[in-house]
């Protein structure tokens, strides 16, 4: 079946880097998402990888994608305040199966100053 | 371009009322989806459109809930009764296919007391 498993929590101090980690089941899935959500806010897209791919990097975003272990990781460089927020995986479905989404239960990053 | 519009923002109905959530997607995105999200969890998909026709809708508890999308652009979301366990936040999402990434509004936070 489909399920999305994320830890809960993260802390770290501002300029560390952070690396939140998610694993899935559906081997058949076809992209992998990261949302961010702000207190009151919908989901902002992150980024995101197609399942044939390693690694993705954006600024101060790298995603790393072991397709054999099913895990997925989103580090975050020089982590800022500002990066405080809910951080959700979600991976998709293929086309002739509707491509939704299926998100993990997210995990909360806390950045201290 | 503008993103995906949702309202009301907040609502609060007691339970056996009736409520209806709006959503207007981004223009010229075909699919629309329907997200439910309890607090402390990802969100969970509940409908998804293609156009005005309807891909999956698996989740979706029928007994209560419904959702159209004339002509194939806004769509709403109905629950009738409400019960207690419907407190959440629905999410309405669009993208420009099934295979596009998803782009979300910011969500119509649903209290039933």
């Known amino acids: 079946g489909e399920d999305v498993e994320q830890s809960l929590f993260l802390s770290v101090r501002e300029g560390d880097s952070s690396v939140i980690n998610c694993t899935y089941t559906d081997s058949s899935s076809t992209y992998l998402y990261w949302y961010k959500q702000e207190p009151g806010a919908g989901l902002q897209l992150l980024t995101y990888i197609f399942s044939n791919m390693d690694m993705k990097q954006d600024q101060r975003l790298t995603v790393l994608l072991n397709k054999k272990d099913k895990h997925l990781s989103l580090r975050i460089a020089d982590t800022q305040t500002g990066d405080s927020a809910i951080y959700f995986c979600?991976?998709?479905?293929?086309?002739?199966?509707?491509?939704?989404?299926?998100f993990g239960q997210g995990t909360e990053l806390s950045v201290k100053p | 371009e503008a993103g995906v519009a949702q309202s009301p923002r907040y609502k609060i109905i007691e339970k056996r009322q009736s409520v209806a959530f709006w959503c207007n997607p981004i223009s010229g995105h075909a699919t629309l989806y329907w997200y439910q999200q309890i607090l402390g969890q990802g969100p969970k998909l509940l409908i998804q459109?293609?156009?005005?026709?309807?891909?999956?809708d698996s989740q979706l508890p029928k007994d209560r809930f419904s959702a159209e999308r004339l002509k194939g652009v806004d769509s709403t979301l109905k629950i009738q009764p409400a019960k207690l366990e419907d407190s959440a936040v629905y999410l309405c999402?669009?993208?420009?296919?099934?295979?596009?990434?998803?782009?979300f509004g910011n969500g119509t936070r649903l209290t039933v007391t």
């Open positions: 979600a991976e998709r479905s293929p086309y002739n199966q509707g491509g939704k989404l299926i």
């Open positions: 999402a669009s993208s420009l296919d099934s295979g596009s990434p998803l782009h």
């Open positions: 459109f293609q156009n005005n026709g309807v891909v999956d």
